[in-house]
């Protein structure tokens, strides 16, 4: 398989231009360490309208690195395309850990679907958007295999819904316990 991915990875060179070279490093760089997707979950915690969506993104953000970069990366340890074929010559900087899943695809689609859930219309779609551009871009840079992105978007989705059925159960019950006490609270003035 890994021949036929270094191809796909070739084709998309066909593609390469100055334009590009200066683009792609930074759409991806905007996902290093998740530094966008950690800002937009500090931005929702802040505000009481958005604050269980703020939850949910900070749990996928959780157990996106938790899972992937301490146990899946390790655990599969598979070595990135440019040590598969070191013909490659990068135009950023050489990563550290194995390439599956891909761990800026896994997070920004993991985010991306939290979006898409609290806001389908206008946040959701632009989230999505710049998930498949990173993922997009991680093949332009040749830092990972086609199946790392699809195995990362996919993990990602699935990350997701997890933290969502996680924060769904914690906090209506928190809500619901709040709302029982205000009531007997009120039952008692009577």
Known sequence: MTGFELEILRSIQSIKCGFLDAVMPAISSLCNWGALWIAAAIVLLCFKKTRRWGVTLAVALILCGLLNNIILKNLIARERPFVVDPT???????????SFPSGHTLTSFAAATVFMYYDRKRLGIAALVIA???AFSRLYLQVHFPTDVLGGAALGVAFAFAAIGITEKLIPGIRLRRAKRGGEQNEKEN
């Open 132 to 134: 498949f551009l990173i």
């Open 88 to 98: 490659i010559k990068l135009i950023i900087e050489t990563p550290r850990e194995y």
